[in-house]
Structures are given as C-alpha cells and as structure tokens.
C-alpha cells in the first residue's frame, strides 16, 4: 500500500471488537430515557418534551420542558412507573416505516426537520419514539432504575440525572452505607434512625430553653 512521499505499507490484520459490558450499559441508560420521558409526560402533561440528553456506561442525563422542581413524591412516582415498566420485561420493539405512518403510529418526534422519509421507530411498553440509538432486546435488561437528583438548566427547562443496572445498585449500595454509618454514630439501626433524630433535636430544643432561662 503506497503512503505519503512515496512510502510504502504492508497490509496488516486488523480486528474489532466490542466492548461488551460497556455497550450493555449503555443501552439501560439509553432505553431509560425513553421510559422516563414517557413517564414524565404521564405524570407532568403533554407539554413535556425532550429538550437534550446524554448517555453514557455510568448514568443518563434527560433535560426536559417544565415550568419548575419536580415535588419529591411526583419524582417517586415517576421512578416507580419507569421501574413497574422494566419489571414488566416487555420486548423492545423496533421497525422502519414511512415517516407519516410512524406519527399515525403515535409515535413521539420532536425534530421533524432532521428526519428522511423513512424512519425507525422504537417501542417499548407504552413509550414509542423515533430513535437510531442501540437498546436493550427487553425493559427487564435495565435491572432497575434509580433517579441520581433532578436540578434546573434554564428557565422553563429541567434535568434528571439517573442510573440502571450496576450503576443503580451502586447508588443503593452508597446509600445503605451512609445510613449504616449514620446508625453507627448515632448508635441506632438504620430503620430507627428518623426517631433517633428526632429525640436528638427534642433535646437540643429543652437544652436551648434552659440555657436562655439561665442567661436572663
């Protein structure tokens, strides 16, 4: 094989390979987006709409349209709807058809100046969505779903930062330890640590009292 200024090259054998832990990863992370933009358009209404994303092996990242924080019990149960989904272990489907038949279908498409005639639609439970992406073959692939934190990206437009599979178990397995270590300290098993606490501040409050008695 002839190079630059005449060099020259001996053919040589490439192989390719996946990485396949890593891509496994990646599509939990990726299908989850399309279940929790499902559910937050359930819980939240039909003005939710992806406004970006980012997957990766260790989490997901979903912006979206809403008009403020999402209140700590409407993100349970978002988190529980996605999960009752992957539980479910519903086959993901995906098919190639005509541009307008894919949105006779119902599917959700959000960039219609980017779309050819023919596009590739992606379902899985109740989510159908205009996708190139790679996905898992069934919702239980993704193990489960746990929601990182949420926060705000600009006006109108909110974030979910999530894990699945190893990196929800992770997640958990961080938080068990904190709490472990929270019981230690306050020497009290985890499922009685709330009480604790508030024994705890009952007198730090009659303590306070009685101090700002002496001090008169």
Not at 166 to 175: E, F, N, R, S, T
Request: glycine share 8%; proline share 4%.
């Amino acid at each position: 094989v002839s190079g630059p200024f005449g060099a020259t090259f001996e053919p040589t054998d490439v192989l390719a390979e996946v990485d396949a832990p890593r891509r496994r990863n990646i599509e939990r992370n990726h299908s989850a987006t399309h279940l929790v933009h499902a559910a937050l358009r359930r819980h939240l209404g039909s003005h939710v709409r992806q406004q970006g994303s980012l997957v990766d092996q260790e989490r997901l990242r979903f912006d979206f349209s809403h008009h403020g924080p999402l209140e700590p019990e409407v993100l349970e149960r978002i988190e529980r709807d996605v999960n009752e989904v992957i539980w479910a272990n519903h086959s993901v489907v995906t098919k190639e058809m005509a541009y307008p038949d894919a949105l006779e279908l119902g599917a959700m498409a959000f960039f219609a100046d980017k779309y050819g005639d023919v596009v590739r639609v992606v379902r899985m439970g109740d989510s159908i969505e205009l996708c190139g992406g790679t996905h898992v073959a069934t919702t239980g692939a993704l193990g489960v779903f746990r929601v990182a934190s949420q926060g705000g990206v600009a006006a109108g437009v909110r974030r979910i930062e999530a894990v699945t599979g190893p990196g929800a178990w992770a997640l958990l397995d961080v938080v068990q330890t904190r709490l472990r270590h929270a019981g230690e300290l306050l020497k009290a098993q985890p499922e009685h640590l709330a009480r604790r606490i508030e024994q705890l501040l009952a007198e730090r409050d009659k303590l306070e009292s009685r101090l700002q008695e002496v001090l008169k």
